[in-house]
Nanobody, 123 residues
């Protein structure tokens, strides 16, 4: 069983930056591809970004390309989401996820999920 705990959420201004962290515990962190998803009130959960466990491979949703960067620190079993140039539409609960299957954007391939951290972007 993998446990994931997100942190770093909060209230930021439009155009500001925020870095989310996801700390993992359990089986080898390097055996998992990691992803970030988000869900706003009344909206479906959507893919944000993902990173592989081996080769430096990443995936990003079109809505965040050029603004968000996903990275991982295997020594600390932590994945990060650096968010820059934040917009009001980025407001959502951000969830960290892990998969032992493959890197991808589909929620169903992710085996483990954190509880989420709230990000609110205001004017």
């Amino acid at each position: 069983q993998v446990q994931l705990v997100e942190s770093g959420g909060g209230l930021v201004q439009v155009g500001g930056s925020l870095r989310l962290s996801c700390a993992a515990s359990g089986p080898s962190f390097t055996s998992y591809a990691m992803g970030w998803f988000r869900q706003a009130p009344g909206k479906e959960r959507e893919f944000v970004a993902a990173i592989s466990w081996g080769r430096e491979s990443t995936l990003y949703a079109d809505s965040v390309k050029g603004r968000f960067t996903i990275s991982r620190d295997n020594a600390r079993s932590t994945v990060y989401l650096q968010m820059n140039s934040l917009k009001s539409e980025d407001t959502a609960v951000y969830l960290c996820a892990a998969t032992s299957v493959r890197l991808g954007i589909q929620p169903y391939i992710y085996n483990y999920w954190g509880q989420g951290t709230q990000v609110t972007v205001s004017s």
